[in-house]
Each structure stands twice: as structure tokens, then as C-alpha cells.
Nanobody, 117 residues
Framework: QVRLLESGGGLVQPGGSLRLSCEMS????????MEWYRQAPGKQRELAAR???????TYADYVKGRFTISRNNGERAMYLQMSSLKPEDTAVYYC???????????WGQGTQVTVSS
């Protein structure tokens, strides 16, 4: 059973930084493509960044230049370094793992990020 556990969220002032972590248990992390999603109140969940099992990286336009996604297969973890945070970055951030479109995907429980003065 694959389990994902996010951590690192919290309250930060505008312009500040946070580092989110997503740790996997129950499967071989290196085979999975990993993604960070976020969902703001009253809005749909949206993709923020992706890092594939071959380390290809994609960012949503609204995080380019501010967020950095990374992974460490030895630690079975993915990270999201967030800088220059804005109030509109306030959301619950979720990690998602998937091997291929034909296989099930997995989600973490989310971690709250609040950007406010």
C-alpha cells in the first residue's frame, strides 16, 4: 500500500519561503512520477509542478522562477522549495504519485500553506 505524507506547511509572510516535503512508503519510489498540486479555498485543485521518474521537470506558469521541485530517490522523498511567496499561494498543497496512466495514482493528505502578514 503506497502512502504519501506531506510536511513543511505553515504560516509565512509575503516574500517569505517554505520547503515542503512528501515522503513515500510502501513502494519503490524511484519508479514514480511525482507532482505537487494545490487547492485554494473555493477553487479547483491545480498542478503546480511535476518531476518524473527520469527527473524531467515541469512548472505551472504561476510558480516559475519562484518554486523549485526536486526529489531524492534514496530518501524516498520529493520536495518543493517555495520562495517569494504571495498571498495567492495560500492553499492546501498535495503530493501525487503515479507510475503510468494505466495504474492507480496516490495522493497525500495535504499540508496547509498560508501566506499572510
Amino acid at each position: 500500500q503506497v502512502r504519501l505524507l506531506e510536511s513543511g506547511g505553515g504560516l509565512v509572510q509575503p516574500g517569505g519561503s517554505l520547503r515542503l516535503s512528501c515522503e513515500m512508503s510502501g513502494s519503490l519510489f524511484r519508479f514514480y512520477n511525482m507532482e505537487w498540486y494545490r487547492q485554494a479555498p473555493g477553487k479547483q485543485r491545480e498542478l503546480a509542478a511535476r518531476i518524473t521518474n527520469t527527473f524531467e521537470i515541469t512548472y505551472a506558469d504561476y510558480v516559475k522562477g519562484r518554486f523549485t521541485i526536486s526529489r531524492n530517490n534514496g530518501e524516498r522523498a520529493m520536495y518543493l522549495q517555495m520562495s517569494s511567496l504571495k498571498p495567492e499561494d495560500t492553499a492546501v498543497y498535495y503530493c501525487r504519485a503515479w507510475e503510468s496512466p494505466q495504474n492507480p495514482d496516490y495522493w497525500g493528505q495535504g499540508t496547509q500553506v498560508t501566506v499572510s502578514s
